[in-house]
């Protein structure tokens, strides 16, 4: 019986669009130094470490009529090089380029007749750096039997010991009229396969008529003359194209400011997310018809103290945050935030950032991708923006030798949808990806300085000991204002 694709990896698949690409990325910044890192070396450490992730070499068998779910079967002609590219930036490549390329190449989907990942290495950053771009589809990464390739590209040292001799072959996949047969035989010996089958055909009706009915809506307010419904800064339709903005950050202002008005590190985040958002919208003078807050979808882990974690991918939980961006004051945003979430942290199965970035193995790029998924399942919600933020570890990693300097999350675009962030902690940064739609959001480094700035405002608050004027009669304290980027 072959391994059929599950009804919420299908409804992934279904929703996506040339709008709405379902895949997730990270871009990573590494130091060769005198390893000698570069493309060769990538697909040779890939090659050696694919077996551990075996659905890297598996693409999707569409059945014909629809008599099951598509299958996973092994791609004949897989081809390493095809997955492993080369690219370069004129020398000396800047952040800037860098994030116009990552930009560029998250905007594009990935090839369904192929295994669904792809990984760039980027040369020709400036101080002799290089990049490195994975991108991998949703239904690829389900925290059970596949986790991100990122997990197992990285190790703890310098040192890379060979991890044995692959002697993975292809099984031959089967033709149209075989594979509507195992369709068949599986219908019959698995009241289950039925089940899902008839769900997913059901399911897929269900969508086809939605989107057909949102169709003729849009004509409908394009011959009258109107745009879309509820558009906010928030909520647009959305194009084909990406703008990516990175903020790097240090850890050590967010324990500060933990430490000063208690909280968590989380808390302290998601604080300075609302206070960015505050201030972006703010310069936009656009009006968001009295809403006071953002609703965020955060996913967090879930794990009992007890037990070991086993299948990541049912250890996540969506919580709805709702970031106060009606709140002038940065200390009382922080508070509302921790009150917020203190709910999650009391019902006895949160996980600390310690233990999650401990985990054996552990990797911030499965998280970030299950964090998606979940966000795109969640969508009922109607939260305004998700917000992944994964804690890994505080000590360096390294590729084939080379040490990862930063580690961005590139978030994919939920329908109508123009914002998505993450947030990675690494080695004593704590680095954000924010992810827009190119037309929706063309100022998306705006935004990324007033994260910026709305950090420095805790810091502010928290080393501040001064006695404060009363509310509303302090005068701003003009500073310099530090760059949103690395």
Known sequence: MSERLRPRDLAILAAESPTTPMHNATVEIFDPGDSGFDHDRLVRLIGDRIAFVPRYRQRLQ???????????VDDEGFDLGYHVR?????RPGSMDQLRDLVARIASRPLDRNR????????????????????????ILVDGRETVDIGQVLLDTSPDRSPLGHDDWRPRRPPGPVSAAFDAVTDTLESPRTLWLTTRANADSLGRAASASGARMVQVANALAGRGPVHATPVHRRLSQQRRFVTVRTEL????????VHGGTVNDVILATLAGGLRSWLMARNESLGGLRTIKAIVPMS?????????SLGTQITGHLVHLPIGEPSPVVRLHQVSYDLRAHR??????????????????????????????AAEMRRGFHISVTNVPGPQFPLYADGARMLESYPVHPLLPDHPIAIGVTSYDGGVFYGITTDRDAVPDADVLAQSVCDALDELKDSASDTRPRAPRGRRKATPRTPRKATT
């Open 62 to 72: 569409m059945v014909p009529a629809r008599l099951a779910n598509p299958a996973w």
């Open 346 to 375: 009391d019902n006895g199965r949160n996980v600390s950032a310690r233990r999650l970035s401990g985990i054996a193995g552990f990797a911030p790029t499965t998280f970030h991708a299950l964090g998606s998924r979940l966000a």
């Open 86 to 90: 080369r690219s370069a930036l004129p």
């Open 115 to 138: 295994p669904l990942w792809e990984c760039y290495v980027v040369e020709g950053l400036e101080h002799g750096r290089v990049a490195l771009l994975t991108k991998s589809h949703q």
């Open 252 to 259: 050590s202002d967010y324990r500060a400011v933990r430490e």
């Open 302 to 310: 879930v794990i009992d103290d007890e037990l070991e974690p086993t």
